[in-house]
């Protein structure tokens, strides 16, 4: 038998960190369930989804946040996100 190459799936929802426009702001907070809180840093503006009081998701504009099939929030960069995720229509 010869060594093939798999691929694996797994389903998740996923929205990209945009900016602090408030509609924007509103979607990102009905995604997450959970209170966020924004702040200007040295590196840009800052998204912080605050899970909580010692387990917060920071992304940064461009980042996206991910839901996995379970409920799990996690972040991920814009290249490693496109790089692992194809989207589903």
């Known amino acids: 038998m010869s060594v093939k190459n798999y691929e694996k799936r797994i389903p998740v929802q996923a929205i990209q960190f945009q900016g602090i426009e408030s509609t924007h702001m509103q979607e990102v907070i009905d995604f997450v369930g959970m209170p966020v809180s924004v702040d200007f840093a040295a ?14 998701i920071v992304a940064y504009v461009g980042d996206y946040i991910i839901k996995e099939a379970n409920g799990n929030l996690k972040r991920a960069s814009k290249e490693d996100f496109e790089a692992e995720y194809t989207e589903v229509v």
């Open 43 to 56: 590196g840009g503006i800052r998204l912080r989804v605050i899970r909580g009081a010692y387990d917060v």
